[in-house]
T-cell receptor
Framework: QVALRESGPALVKPTQTLTLTCTVS??????????VSWIRQSPGKALEWLAR???????YYSTSLKTRLTISRDTPKNQVVLTMTDMDPVDTATYHC????????????WGQGTMAVVSS | DIRMTQSPSTLSASVGDRVAITCRAS??????LAWYQQKPGEAPKLLIS???NLQSGVPSRFSGSGSGTEFSLIINSLQPDDFATYYC???????????FGQGTKLEIK
């Protein structure tokens, strides 16, 4: 059964770096077509795509946030990691990871999300 | 950039009702549209892809239609489990950063 599970700190101080981990099961990160994206959901706002890593380890970033984001993977651990630097209270959100089976494909399986609050 | 606009933002309905949610794209997206359902505290669930293709396991009371710039999600005979928030998304984008609609919350009347 395909599943994704996010983990990370619940509270981050302004200017700090947020590190989130997505642990996947039921599929291989290196299987042809497999992509894992990070998507966030701020209270009262639309879902916002942040970054993607594909089966060939190619990385893609939101143009508005790319200077702050780094996505990477640890294939033996079946994990995808997102770091976001210089956190601000406006970055308070639930962060989801989600799988798509291709770059131009919908997100067919999502994790439940991990809430990160940015506050001093 | 292609922008997606959903309406209404909130919809009140009763069990057994038929409801429709609309999603409009700022330009022609052919049929590259997905619909997701999200319940509080849960992961979004993919319901429909390619505007009208129901995902495996999704009840047949859900249907999607449209192409180009106007799309609809129809739910026939609402069930208690259907009260949730629904999102549309244009997904045929290299960088899908602003491709979700703002969501429609379906509430019990």
């Amino acid at each position: 059964q395909v599943a994704l599970r996010e983990s990370g700190p619940a509270l981050v101080k302004p200017t700090q770096t947020l590190t989130l981990t997505c642990t996947v099961s039921g599929f291989s990160l290196t299987a042809s077509g497999m992509c894992v994206s990070w998507i966030r959901q701020s209270p009262g706002k639309a879902l916002e795509w942040l970054a993607r890593i594909d089966w060939e380890d190619e990385k893609y970033y939101s143009t508005s946030l790319k200077t702050r984001l780094t996505i990477s993977r640890d294939t033996p651990k079946n994990q995808v990691v997102l770091t976001m630097t210089d956190m601000d209270p406006v970055d308070t959100a639930t962060y989801h990871c989600a799988r798509s089976q291709g770059i131009f494909s919908p997100f067919d399986v999502w994790g439940q999300g991990t809430m990160a609050v940015v506050s001093s | 950039d292609i922008r997606m606009t959903q309406s209404p933002s909130t919809l009140s309905a009763s069990v057994g009702d038929r409801v429709a949610i609309t999603c409009r794209a700022s330009q022609d997206i052919r049929n590259w549209l997905a619909w997701y359902q999200q319940k509080p505290g849960e992961a979004p669930k993919l319901l429909i892809s390619l505007a009208s293709n129901l995902q495996s396991g999704v009840p047949s009371r859900f249907s999607g239609s449209g192409s180009g710039t106007e799309f609809s999600l129809i739910i026939n005979s609402l069930q208690p489990d259907d009260f949730a928030t629904y999102y549309c998304q244009y997904y045929n984008s290299y960088l899908p950063e602003k491709t979700f609609g703002q969501g429609t919350k379906l509430e019990i009347k």
